[in-house]
């Protein structure tokens, strides 16, 4: 990948990059809603993981004074600490992501700074140098696209200089202010765009599509239609045949249907049927896979969610109970055999509590 490439990479990687500072919180959003989050107070120097890694990709994360509970408190995990800033780097810790970058099957931390991007190696958590930020490029971030309004896609907005445009659907602008929580996702109340008097809110809007730049460096903007959220954007990158679709696709499991912040079951096939069909995509990235995908996978995607809407709207015609559909649903084997993992019941609940009242 040559360093033009590189530096639209990092520049598009650092608007996912959520607040690293005070305290700090590790979500998988694919994960259920019951299970306990690594919370842990100090500087923004140290990260907590469960002993044992989980199967898939944590968010971009991080809230100032978050303390995150769970619905339940089962089933429970150990975590333990690890001091990240004591590597021969120095402190470089101002965003973390969590991905398999060996391909060893375990999730690593991606650590980004001013300076420097960082790859540890789980389990030794030795750090090992990915780039120096100012060799790939010195140009500072000028814009800020958050493809929708949750916390883990938003909260480093304020962390950038005032004079940084950001830009979001129209939807997602008017739900910023607020930051409710996502359905199905119990946190502590929190608000960084009050705490920062309304710092890092959308400048710009769009409500079906918008071009940014021109030549190589253009970008596409999209909507298709509610989904995760009712402001769902997806960015398109035309010269490296490249579209990210925000958590409307996070990876190969449960989403999220968002009806808190206008998200909806009913519609969310048919969202992702269309944009499967924008042409020229060669690669995709996803709200919080480990591994880049296809356009092919968002469309197996959006048959994946069509079957359960499907399976839901039949039990809950059959006189079934949400528990009932919650507890006994289970992956069909075509999606098992292109990577899907059986979501818990605590995951597979909310949804179903969403499409009862969109089916009613």
Not at 118 to 147: G, M, Q
Not at 203 to 220: A, H, L, N, P
Request: charged letters at 20%; a negative charge.
């Amino acid at each position: 990948m040559g360093h033009s490439k590189v530096a639209r990479w990092m520049a598009v990687s650092l608007l996912f990059l959520g607040r690293l500072s005070g305290h700090a919180c590790q979500r998988d959003e694919s994960l259920p809603a019951t299970w306990p989050l690594a919370a842990r107070s100090g500087g923004a120097s140290s990260w907590t993981s469960p002993l044992a890694p989980t199967a898939v990709a944590a968010p971009l994360v991080g809230a100032e004074q978050a303390a995150v509970t769970s619905v339940t408190a089962t089933p429970a995990l150990t975590f333990t600490r690890h001091d990240l800033d004591s590597s021969p780097f120095g402190q470089v810790t101002e965003g973390i992501n969590v991905g398999d970058i060996d391909g060893d099957g375990r999730p690593d931390l991606v650590v980004g700074g001013d300076q420097y991007l960082l790859w540890y190696h789980n389990p030794d958590w030795a750090p090992h140098l990915i780039a120096r930020i100012k060799e790939i490029t010195d140009k500072p971030v000028t814009r800020i696209i958050n493809t929708h309004t949750h916390y883990d896609h938003t909260e480093g907005n304020p962390d950038f200089p005032a004079t940084v445009e950001v830009v979001t659907h129209e939807n997602t602008a008017k739900m910023m202010p607020e930051m409710k929580a996502p359905y199905g996702i119990t946190l502590t109340d929190r608000n960084v765009f009050k705490d920062s008097n309304g710092r890092g809110l959308p400048k710009r809007t769009f409500k079906d599509e918008m071009t940014i730049g021109s030549g190589s460096d253009r970008i596409e903007l999209r909507y298709f239609g509610r989904a995760h959220t009712s402001g769902d954007a997806f960015v398109i990158f035309p010269a490296l045949r490249t579209m990210h679709t925000g958590d409307t696709f996070p990876n190969k499991g449960m989403p999220i249907m968002d009806i808190n912040n206008g998200g909806s079951g009913v519609a969310y096939a048919e969202t992702l049927a269309r944009a499967a069909k924008v042409p020229n995509i060669d690669t995709v990235i996803t709200g919080h896979n480990q591994t880049v995908l296809t356009s092919a996978d968002i469309q197996t995607y959006s048959e994946f969610i069509r079957d359960f809407v499907a399976a839901v709207r039949a039990a809950k015609k059959a006189g079934q109970s949400i528990d009932d559909v919650a507890n006994s649903w289970k992956l069909p084997e075509k999606y098992q055999q292109a990577g899907y993992q059986q979501p818990q019941a605590a995951r597979i609940k909310p949804n179903v509590e969403v499409l009862w009242k969109e089916l009613n």
